[in-house]
Structures are given as structure tokens and as C-alpha cells.
């Protein structure tokens, strides 16, 4: 299966300032997903990216909050704009590849 | 909402014990797929077993079952010969559509030595 690198994996960041989340795959794939997990909740999908086009993204979450980049078939970002304490969670990529398969994850502290 | 749901937020087995960790889910797809995530302390996501709906003989992994229902709607995690390293949150996860992972609210497993 593919093996996802992820980071950072975890950083404190002032409100109102953004903090970009890097995912590398060591394989192309066509579809990235970004999901969050608030604090002691379980995994929400924010977005699908796909190479080459926007990324579609899942009722309650929009794109000038969660602008996501996919320049190639084997990285992408995820950006949280314009942080405030709510957005405090643990941020996971993932992709489709025998089952799917997820980065480290990043946690974020937002103060 | 098509939903999935565990009802155990928290339990606890001893060591080499069995342990079974019950979901349920909702769907109104004829095929579709099944999966249990175990995530420890360290948040990484660990794909633990998954099962295709379509075949009605349960998947294996060494020491992790699952006893499908499907017309139950049912999708249990049995762990047997529980180690300590097994200590950990899981979820349980049915795949909506092609893409979309929705997940239960997980349970934590506890292992006493």
C-alpha cells in the first residue's frame, strides 16, 4: 500500500494567522482526501482533492477556510485560514490504496 | 444521514483474552465496503480489517475477525488473544459511495495486563 508523508505533525499557532499542511504519496494517485478529528471526536471528511482540478468539498467546510492545492498526482496541501481555538484539531490525508491508507496527521493547537 | 454508530465508547479486556467491538450502520447501497481503523496515541490510522459486502464469508487478519450481518447492518471487530500493543481507539468505517469514508464515533479499548 502507499505510504503517505505528512507534516508537520503537530504546531501552536496564534488566531487569525494560517497554517499550510503538506502530504507527500510514494505513489501517484488520482484522489487525495484532507479529513479532521476534533478533539475526542471521530473523522470528518473536509474535502476530495483531484489533480488538475478543484477540490470538492463537503457540506459545512468551503474553500476560503480550507483553500487545498494538488499540483501533481503525488502531493497536496491543505491550508486552515484565518485560525481561531475551534479549528484546535488533529488534520489527516488519506488515500485509496488497498483500503485507504492515511498520513501521520497533524495536530493543531490554535491559542 | 447515513450513519455509523458504536455503541461501546470504552472497554477493556485482559491480556490473551477475546474482545468484541460491536457497529452498526445504515446505507441504502447494495454493495459497498466495511472497515475497522484501530488509532493509537500516536493518531496515526491503521487500516485493521475491511470487508466487502458482497462476499458473505467474514474477513480475516491472524488474530482480527469480523462477523458481518449484513442484513442486520451489522459489522463487529473481534480481537482474539489480546496483546497489550492493541490498546488503542477504533472505528469503524463504511465507505459511502466511491470515495467518502463516514465514520463511527469509536471506541476505546483498554487492555489489562
Known amino acids: 500500500s502507499a505510504v503517505i508523508s505528512q507534516k508537520p505533525s503537530r504546531d501552536i499557532c496564534q488566531r487569525g494567522t494560517s497554517l499550510t499542511i503538506q502530504c507527500q504519496v510514494d505513489?501517484?494517485?488520482?484522489?487525495m482526501f484532507w479529513y479532521r478529528q476534533q478533539p475526542g471526536q471521530s473523522l470528518t471528511l473536509i474535502a476530495t482533492a483531484n489533480q488538475g482540478s478543484e477540490a470538492t468539498y463537503e457540506s459545512g467546510f468551503v474553500i476560503d477556510k480550507f483553500p487545498i492545492s494538488r499540483p501533481n498526482l503525488t502531493f497536496s496541501t491543505l491550508t486552515v485560514s484565518n485560525m481561531s481555538p475551534e479549528d484546535s484539531s488533529i488534520y489527516l490525508c488519506?488515500?485509496?490504496?488497498?483500503?485507504?491508507?492515511f498520513g501521520s496527521g497533524t495536530r493543531l493547537t490554535v491559542v | 444521514a447515513q450513519t455509523v454508530t458504536q455503541s461501546q465508547p470504552e472497554m477493556s479486556v485482559q491480556e490473551a483474552e477475546t474482545v468484541t467491538l460491536s457497529c452498526t450502520y445504515d446505507t441504502s447501497e447494495s454493495d459497498y465496503y466495511l472497515f475497522w481503523y484501530k488509532q493509537p496515541p500516536s493518531r496515526q490510522m491503521i487500516l485493521v480489517i475491511r470487508q466487502e459486502a458482497y462476499k458473505q464469508q467474514n474477513a480475516t487478519e491472524n488474530r482480527f475477525s469480523v462477523n458481518f450481518q449484513k442484513a442486520a447492518k451489522s459489522f463487529s471487530l473481534k480481537i482474539s488473544d489480546s496483546q497489550l500493543g492493541d490498546a488503542a481507539m477504533y472505528f469503524c468505517a463504511r465507505l459511502q459511495g466511491a470515495q467518502k469514508l463516514v465514520f463511527g464515533q469509536g471506541t476505546r479499548l483498554t487492555i489489562n495486563p
Open positions: 505513489s501517484q494517485v488520482t484522489m
Open positions: 488519506s488515500v485509496e490504496s488497498a483500503g485507504f491508507t
